[in-house]
């Protein structure tokens, strides 16, 4: 989950029960430091950006979400322990998961993963969404960023957390100029700004899936602009050159 790096002047150094030792990294949320409880639990705490903090609708949301996301089981996921909806700046505590994320692997360790390893990979991502949706919740950003790769499976985190995020968005840009959702991981229907549903998730699934087997985005990068990688997501059908084919009727399905 990133590299750890010490904290800065303007850095909490409790939150509730928990003793930040440094920051993970940053977000268009906030930011997110590792921890460790009074009882030595290590943790990995996000803190609201201020400007988010003060908005009453997100605030809303980020309550309903941190809510929902308890219902989640922590198996596939990393487990919401604690949070505080209610802080000044509002915060939430996370099981710290060990493991480099699966964007990592594939751009910085590996390179794409061989056949058997992005099928063990979809059945674990399968059983955290199914877990995810069973408690109401769409992840709306699963990535390779957000999936952490353990030895016993990957591991899905931050769902919950871009939902409460869209209620400041306009267009799909938050007022910080965030995206919510990442422009190459996104469905269609995120794209339209259409009602967002799990088939979402399956959509996004599929693109992740599509980029460990290759190492590329089914419908390419937003280095022609976000705008036209968006209209391709919406409009075109993606690039699963290099895939093999035993993987193909799966990707396809979830991309259909």
Request: hydrophobic fraction near 45%; glycine fraction near 12%.
């Amino acid at each position: 989950m990133g590299n750890l790096e010490g904290l800065r002047s303007d850095d909490p150094r409790v939150l509730g029960a928990y003793r930040l030792l440094g920051r993970l990294g940053a977000g268009g949320m906030g930011r997110v430091y590792l921890a460790r409880s009074d009882r030595g639990r290590t943790v990995a705490v996000k803190l609201v950006h201020q400007e988010l903090a003060g908005q009453e609708e997100f605030r809303r949301r980020f309550r309903a979400e941190v809510r929902a996301a308890r219902q989640v089981g922590g198996e596939w996921t990393a487990p919401v322990l604690d949070a505080d909806t209610e802080a000044d700046v509002p915060w939430v505590a996370t099981g710290y998961i060990a493991g480099p994320a699966l964007r990592q692997v594939v751009d910085q360790d590996f390179g794409p993963l061989p056949e058997r390893s992005v099928r063990i990979l979809a059945a674990g991502l399968a059983r955290a969404l199914q877990a995810i949706h069973a408690a109401g919740v769409v992840h709306r950003d699963l990535k390779p960023s957000n999936v952490l790769i353990t030895l016993d499976g990957p591991r899905v985190i931050d769902f919950g957390i871009a939902r409460a995020l869209e209620t400041v968005t306009d267009g799909g840009l938050t007022r910080t100029g965030a995206a919510v959702g990442s422009p190459g991981f996104m469905s269609p229907e995120q794209v339209r700004g259409a009602r967002v549903t799990p088939a979402s998730d399956v959509f996004c699934l599929g693109s992740v899936l599509a980029y460990a087997a290759t190492g590329r985005m089914p419908f390419g990068t937003a280095d022609s602009g976000v705008h036209a990688l968006m209209y391709r997501i919406a409009e075109e059908e993606p690039d699963l050159t290099g895939i093999p084919a035993p993987l193909l009727p799966l990707i396809e399905a979830c991309l259909a």
